[in-house]
């Protein structure tokens, strides 16, 4: 303790025993400090010895700042958990770092600035130094948290490049220092704001991380509760902050037009009409503004997010709307019309929407006039301040810049035709007028304004060879173009020879109408071939022979040689014989040597503050610069006549020259003709692919049809149950008919027929029959009746067995039909109704089959039974009759057979037979009671497949439900019973005694072959209708 009593004493001055100097006591007390600091054990001591070295800093920041620097490093990192020693610490820092008091320094003639950068390198030589200062933001001590950012924006004003590698280094660093911004003290909040100034300047990685932590919003908000423009520092250090984060920044600049931000600047702009302007923040405030709304439209910005932005200013916020009515406003201070005027030139400047609004605004003055009037009469007017007058010319050139329209609404006040009885002053008159003028800054701000006019416009350039000029009240009226040809040589201040040069440079190019014309005034070559060979003058004269070469140059590069004077090989001989190419080429470099030409080429508004430096324009230095290589390509001589003369060659040298030249020139001729051919090939084959393209569109496109079919097939083929049994219900009745139709031609159609045939034909020719060849012929036709009822028998069998497997199937299918409908009734009801119809279509159809059978089998029963009947009794009678006579013979006139006594043992062997035939008659009338049996067991079949259908939802016609309160199906009346309805009754009798022929019987079998083949036919027909349905 008496070591630090003896320091005190040194430092304030207490007498001393030794020679040393204050300073050297000063450094020995603070080397003893720093050591207890180093050495101590307890924390009592480390923080006495802190708060000494805060004291000693305040004066002593050299000697504390030189030896302390680690000490307080060392105390951050270890004794962080107690404020006190903290606080020290950080006051002690910002003592050193941030000492913006110079007043008491005694720094040995070095300046607080320059130890103020030497300790901020000294301490962020180590990252890690500048992420402890960090770590103590999130504290929420009024005696931490405010030094630690006094002392975060120390580093950042001394070291801001290195102290923002620093910060990027931290994790959380940026998202701490944003949370200070809700900080309810506003000591705090305003002092981030400090530091958040400093830390947006120029590091686009911060800018994106700031905006990204919500920036836009909170600072808005605080705008927004400051007062907007009426707020005072709070709200410039806001702007401020949004400037740099929105300036030369396209990531946030497009995170603000989206995040709709723009709008949110539309109260800023609300300017009321008894506004104090005399109080400074107001106007600084809304000079910010407008560079935020500027940085967001800048010209420098990508073209996509100017237009953007622009698009949201006028259609979405009405930013645009705000600019015009302080534009026109009365009493605005000229700095705020000024920049007023910048940022609705930079608003509109390139977007035709915009451009049209801003062409209808008019002052509200008495007559109404448009705004872009009031301004021109503005920028003539020489008593208005240079730097408004330079804005007045930038809004103009932006209303022209890419508007066609504007440029010929220009124009158009220029031409005598189109004079307007109503408005007393147009456009054109104050640009004219403007000519006239004494003010050099007034001819020109017109001469560029009306170069303006004419940028990529080539109609209005030959338009404007139109206007007329009345320079004297007793002379005619010339030419606009003969009038700035005449002013030029007439001389005069540079300003205004500059001016007339860069309108005549504009209105010439890209216009041989204009070269033309410039070059039928006989005194513009002469005077500016004169003007480009003068040797001596300044710096300035050197500059106007440069635009007069440039002028030339233009006149020979658009040059279509309509002047006969003046032509362009003409013009080209006139620089190498008077003037020089090489003279020609300096002069004309000397343009782009300017300085000024550098500065005006880099932004398109007048950058200079001095009305005397005003030389260029942006628009003329682009065109300069496009034309200046085509310029000297047709000025310089080629490398070829630049070796020589061909007169030094000898006489062999001379015609091997010829050979090759007229080698060269058949070689170019060929040359030529194949790129015609190469040409024309080339536009074939572009032809032919076309075709070929189009053709491998349409393949594909039937490609993806049919795959789209097959796609379409397959999803109903899964989706569709019937569609495999369709499949096999079709092949089946396609070998069924096949077979019927086998069977209809050899065995039951055309047998029965020819044996009939024969019969009748020996029962014709022959007038006597024996008895055995009576009986031989009619066991023969009843045995080939027999078979062909056997054989259509067993065809009915076949149909019945393919019926029962048909309704198996069927069986099969309703219950996977019941088990589909049960899973997917609630997405395919369409689908489930349309199948029920199918399946009921199918049910009638199987009826009907049914009932046809049925009929068939009926009629059949009893034809067979009246006609074995009838033949069989005649049989009987005939052998009875022939037993009692002995004999049978047939009489030619009568023709009754007479039996013969001697064939009795025959009769026996034929009644034997009969036996047989009857037996077989037995078997087959047992066959067709087992077929009636199987067509039973088939409708009691077909009554169970109505019930399920009924019992699942399904709807039935009513020919169906009678069906089920029956046994068995109706049968319909046979043939003969429909034949004999009206037919007496002694003739049916007559006619069932009557045997049928052969030739009915074999009609019968027909049609029951033919009704089956059209039944199966009919049947498949419907099957594959349900299939498609």
């Known amino acids: 303790m008496e070591y630090l009593k003896s320091g005190w004493k040194t430092v304030v001055g207490a007498p001393s025993d030794d020679n040393t100097t204050p300073e050297q006591n000063v450094a020995e007390t603070v080397e003893k400090l720093v050591e207890r600091i180093e050495t101590s054990t307890l924390l009592e001591d480390r923080r006495d010895a802190c708060r000494a070295l805060k004291s000693l800093s305040k004066t002593f920041r050299l000697e504390v700042g030189a030896q ?38 005694n720094d040995n003639n070095k300046s607080a600035s320059d130890f103020s950068v030497q300790f901020t390198e000294i301490f962020i030589k180590r990252k890690e130094n500048v992420q402890l200062i960090l770590d103590l933001l999130p504290e929420f001590d009024f005696k931490i948290r405010y030094p630690t950012i006094k002392l975060i924006q120390g580093l950042l004003r001394n070291k801001l490049r290195d102290c923002q590698d620093c910060i990027l280094t931290h994790p959380m660093g940026i998202s701490r220092m944003m949370d200070l911004l809700i900080d309810p003290r506003e000591v705090i909040r305003n002092d981030a704001l400090l530091l958040l100034v400093f ?91 407008f560079k935020v709304i500027r940085s967001l439209v800048s010209p420098s910005n990508p073209l996509q997010v100017t237009n953007s932005c622009q698009k949201v200013m006028y259609q979405q916020s009405g930013i645009l709307q705000n600019l015009c009515t302080i534009l026109l406003s009365n009493g605005i201070p000229a700095i705020v019309l000024t920049e007023t005027i910048n940022c609705v030139a930079e608003v509109i400047r390139g977007n035709q929407q915009n451009q049209e609004y801003f062409s209808r605004v008019n002052a509200p003055i008495e007559p109404a006039r448009p705004v872009i009037v009031v301004l021109l009469m503005s920028m003539i007017n020489e008593k208005q301040p240079f730097e408004l007058r330079c804005a007045v010319l930038y809004c103009f050139q932006s209303f022209l810049y890419k508007n066609e329209l504007g440029q010929a609404q220009i124009v158009e006040t220029l031409l005598p035709t189109t004079t307007d009885a109503v408005q007393d002053v147009s456009a054109g008159q104050l640009l004219c007028g403007g000519f006239f003028s004494n003010d050099i800054l007034c001819n020109w701000f017109v001469a560029v304004s009306l170069s303006h006019t004419l940028v990529n416009n080539v109609t209005q350039k030959e338009q404007l060879l139109r206007v007329q000029l009345a320079t004297d009240p007793n002379s005619s009226p010339i030419s606009l173009l003969t009038f700035c040809s005449n002013l030029l040589q007439k001389g005069g201040h540079h300003q205004r020879r500059v001016s007339l040069l860069m309108l005549l440079s504009m209105w010439l190019s890209n216009s041989s109408v204009a070269v033309s014309n410039f070059l039928s005034i006989p005194t513009n070559i002469p005077y500016l071939t004169s003007q480009i060979g003068l040797v001596e003058g300044d710096d300035l004269e050197v500059l106007m022979q440069g635009l007069c070469a440039f002028l030339l140059g233009i006149c020979i590069c658009y040059n279509d040689n309509s002047i006969p004077s003046f032509t362009k090989t003409d013009l080209c001989k006139l620089i190498q014989n008077r003037i020089g190419v090489d003279i020609y080429a300096d002069k004309l470099a000397s343009i782009a040597k300017n300085e000024k030409y550098s500065q005006t080429l880099q932004k398109p508004y007048i950058t200079t503050m001095k009305s005397a430096e005003l030389l260029f324009d942006y628009e003329f230095c682009n065109l300069f610069k496009l034309q200046e290589a085509s310029i000297l390509k047709i000025v310089q001589p080629s490398s070829d006549q630049q070796n020589g003369p061909e007169s030094n060659l000898t006489s062999e040298d001379h015609k091997l020259l010829l050979q090759y030249k007229e080698l060269i020139r058949e070689q170019d001729l060929q040359l030529i003709s194949l790129r015609k051919q190469l040409v024309s090939l080339s536009t074939e084959n572009a032809t032919y692919k076309t075709q070929l393209d189009e053709q491998q569109s349409i393949v594909q496109q039937l490609r993806d049809q049919i795959a789209l079919l097959k796609v379409h097939k397959s999803v109903y083929d899964q989706s569709n149950p019937y569609s495999n049994y369709m499949a096999s219900g079709q092949n089946m009745y396609q070998q069924q008919t096949a077979t019927t139709e086998v069977n209809c031609s050899y065995g039951l159609n055309s047998q029965p027929t020819e044996q009939c045939a024969e019969q009748s034909s020996v029962l014709a020719t022959k007038n006597e029959v024996p008895v055995t060849d009576s009986y031989a012929a009619s066991s023969q036709a009843i045995s080939s009746t027999e078979a062909q009822l056997r054989q259509h028998i067993d065809q009915l069998n076949y149909e019945l067995s393919v019926r029962d497997q048909n309704l198996h199937l069927l069986t099969n299918q309703l219950n996977s039909m019941q088990i589909y409908d049960n899973h997917g009734s609630n997405n395919n009801t369409n689908t489930s109704q349309s199948q029920t119809v199918a399946d009921s279509n199918q049910l009638e159809y199987m009826f009907n089959e049914n009932r046809r059978l049925q009929s068939i089998i009926d009629q059949y029963k009893y034809w067979e039974a009246n006609y074995y009947a009838n033949s069989y009794n005649q049989q009987l009678n005939d052998i009875q009759q022939g037993n009692k006579d002995g004999s049978l013979v047939v009489q030619p006139t009568t023709n009754t057979v007479v039996p013969d006594g001697n064939e009795k043992q025959e009769n026996k062997v034929e009644n034997n037979e009969t036996d047989k035939l009857r037996h077989e008659l037995e078997t087959l009338r047992k066959e ?60 049916q009798q007559h006619q069932q005694l009557q045997p049928q022929s052969c030739y009915e019987m074999t009609s019968l079998i027909n049609q029951i072959g033919t009704d089956t083949t059209t039944d199966l036919n009919s049947q498949q027909h419907a099957f594959s209708f349900v299939g498609t349905n």
């Open 928 to 987: 067709q009671d087992d077929l009636i049996t199987l067509l039973a067991d088939q409708d009691l079949k077909m009554q169970k497949y109505v019930r399920q259908m009924k019992d699942h939802g399904l709807s039935v016609a009513d020919d169906f439900n009678e069906l089920t309160q029956i046994s068995s199906p109706p049968r319909q009346p046979c043939l003969n019973q429909l034949e004999t309805d009206n037919i007496p009754v002694e003739q």
């Open 199 to 289: 830390l947006t300047k120029s590091n686009s990685n911060i800018q994106k991380i700031v905006a990204f932590e919500n920036a836009f919003d909170r600072i808005l908000e605080i705008i927004s509760n400051e007062g907007y423009s009426d707020g005072g520092m709070v709200v410039e250090d806001c702007l401020s902050i949004l400037l740099n984060l929105l300036k030369m920044n396209t990531s946030n600049q497009n995170y603000f037009k989206e995040g709709n931000y723009i709008q949110r600047l539309l109260p800023f702009l609300d300017i009321s009409y008894d506004v104090d302007w005399n109080i400074s923040n107001k106007v600084n405030n809304l000079l910010l503004m």
């Open 68 to 105: 302390a620097m680690d000490s307080f490093v060392y105390v951050l990192q270890n004794d962080s958990s107690d404020n006190e020693i903290v606080t020290y610490v950080l006051d002690s820092l910002l003592n050193v770092i941030c000492n913006e008091d110079s007043s008491n320094e």
